[in-house]
């Protein structure tokens, strides 16, 4: 499969935008999905991921009540809601994903991951 990550943009403090993560060669059906982000001169670090069914999503503790991921298998998308956002924000977003066997398997460690879209870039000004 291949991912195409879009959306990214620069926007204020408290803004919002929505991330998009779009799937091609394959469905996405049975592939558990995240999202990861990686700011200048940091390491990659988890922000969400989200099971094949949906029904199970976890959040990194700092975007938790503000960023919300969703999927849609039938578009082969997946999407990541980002509202309040803060200066610390600011990173190249990616999304990821991993066929699994279990509907209910979300996982936040990126070496889980097999493929990778190729990034958004998202800038947040104070």
């Known amino acids: 499969v291949q991912l195409q990550a879009s959306g990214g943009g620069l926007v204020q403090a408290g803004g919002y935008l929505r991330l998009s993560c779009a799937a091609s060669g394959d469905t996405i059906s049975g592939y558990a999905m995240g999202w990861f982000r990686q700011a200048p001169g940091k390491e990659r670090e988890f922000v969400a991921a989200?099971?094949?069914?949906?029904?199970?999503?976890i959040y990194a503790l700092s975007v938790k009540g503000r960023f919300t991921v969703t999927r849609d298998n039938a578009k082969n998308t997946v999407y990541l809601q980002m509202s309040s956002l803060k200066p610390e924000d600011t990173a190249v977003y990616y999304c990821?994903?991993?066929?699994?066997?279990?509907?209910?398997?979300?996982?936040?460690?990126?070496?889980?991951?097999?493929?990778w879209g190729q990034g958004t870039l998202v800038t947040v000004s104070s």
């Open positions: 989200i099971s094949v069914s949906g029904s199970y999503i």
């Open positions: 990821a994903g991993d066929l699994v066997g279990s509907p209910i398997v979300a996982r936040r460690v990126a070496g889980e991951y097999y493929y």
